[in-house]
T-cell receptor, first 112, second 110 residues
Framework: EPEVTQTPSHQVTQMGQEVILRCVPI?????FYWYRQILGQKVEFLVS????????KSEIFDDQFSVERPDGSNFTLKIRSTKLEDSAMYFC??????????FGPGTRLTVL | DAKTTQPPSMDCAEGRAANLPCNHS???????VYWYRQIHSQGPQYIIH???NNETNEMASLIITEDRKSSTLILPHATLRDTAVYYC???????????FGTGTRLKVLA
């Protein structure tokens, strides 16, 4: 069964450093999403992406965040200058149409 | 904010049916109801969704009331592996995002 994959599973970084989280969505999907979950809190929407542009973004997704689909398979989330409060699980998701989203296993980001 | 409300926790005996309720009284006519679950800190797993008819798949059944203000997810024979947080999401068809609430923490007891 096709699935969304994410790398790395755990990323540790120093405050102020840039990080790139990578996702490989399901191959025939057209819509891509990033969510995050701070430990013990709700899953929060960050951004959606379709046709090589952002469709919608939340207040969390400020100028420090960016997304890119650099090739036909990867979908990345970049945080330019990480802050302590960026520590969270980051989930990538994809959907074929505006229907059920399939989530990856997540990347745990720890900012020291 | 999430458009849904769910009880914070429930217990269910292994082998019995788990019935998880969800209120979505402000749902509009074109909004689907989606159910996901999250085991530990894994990615949310899709279970089922529906608009107004009851739905069934290999994982669960979804019963939506006629007025669409509430729904129930039924796991017919719960196992220990069904222990998870279950999220009910009311999503506008055509929107790009899910708004997660706090969900129901289901514990299946041996």
């Amino acid at each position: 069964e096709p699935e969304v994959t994410q790398t790395p599973s755990h990323q540790v970084t120093q405050m102020g450093q840039e990080v790139i989280l990578r996702c490989v969505p399901i191959s025939n999907h057209l819509y891509f999403y990033w969510y995050r979950q701070i430990l013990g809190q709700k899953v929060e929407f960050l951004v959606s992406f379709y046709n090589n542009e952002i469709s919608e973004k939340s207040e969390i997704f400020d100028d420090q965040f960016s997304v890119e689909r650099p090739d036909g398979s990867n979908f990345t989330l970049k945080i330019r200058s990480t802050k302590l409060e960026d520590s969270a699980m980051y989930f990538c998701a994809s959907s074929a149409i505006l229907d059920e989203q399939f989530f990856g296993p997540g990347t745990r980001l720890t900012v020291l | 904010d999430a458009k849904t409300t769910q009880p914070p926790s429930m217990d269910c005996a292994e082998g019995r049916a788990a019935n998880l309720p969800c209120n979505h009284s402000t749902i509009s006519g074109n909004e689907y109801v989606y159910w996901y679950r999250q085991i530990h800190s894994q990615g949310p797993q899709y279970i089922i969704h529906g608009l107004k008819n009851n739905e069934t798949n290999e994982m669960a059944s979804l019963i939506i009331t006629e007025d669409r203000k509430s729904s129930t997810l039924i796991l017919p024979h719960a196992t220990l592996r069904d222990t998870a947080v279950y999220y009910c999401i009311a999503d506008t068809s055509g929107t790009y995002k899910y708004i997660f609430g706090t969900g129901t923490r289901l514990k299946v007891l041996a």
